[in-house]
């Protein structure tokens, strides 16, 4: 899918080479503000070992955003992560990625979509604008959980949600 407002490029893929495991961990060790080395293991581990799809925005001939969604179901998924290379931020990819998430989703017979997120609570600033771009795309607040198990008490965990309607677009 080409989105003409970004100039990017949407591809999705479930074989993910290493040329592809790459580029998103060099956007995740580019974002320091929002990931530290123990996410980039974990981004590498779920990458080469779980059954995920990756979706990615090519700018300027390079992967210039990614995110990695799971199936729960078949009518549940959630966005395991999302990212976008800081010097593309801003210029519509984060927006792009996702629109096609729900696109693709929402004709496969996905009804709801998951993301989690650092929460307000954590008073962390560069959040803000993660969580200001997925209410935008209309994911609704549904709790906080504090703490959240696999991420400790000092990162409260924010979940939300989107319904995705057919034919209702993004």
Known sequence: ??????????R???QIDDSLVGACLKIVRDLPDYFDERDSEELEHELRT??????FAEKAERVAGFALVERRGERVAEIRWLAVGPEFR???VGSALVAEIFEVLCSAGVELLEVKT?????????YE??????????FL???????YPEWGPE???AIYVKVLTPGAGA
């Open 141 to 147: 607040h549904l709790e906080t959980v504090d703490p």
């Open 50 to 55: 779980r059954d995920l799809t990756l979706y």
């Open 118 to 126: 650092l929460s307000a609570k954590a008073g962390y600033r560069p």
């Open 12 to 14: 999705r893929t479930a």
């Open 155 to 157: 990162n409260p965990c």
């Open 90 to 92: 801003g210029q519509g």
């Open 129 to 138: 604008a993660t969580r200001r771009f997925y209410e935008r795309a209309g």
């Open 1 to 10: 899918m080409s989105i003409e407002r970004t100039l990017a490029r949407i």
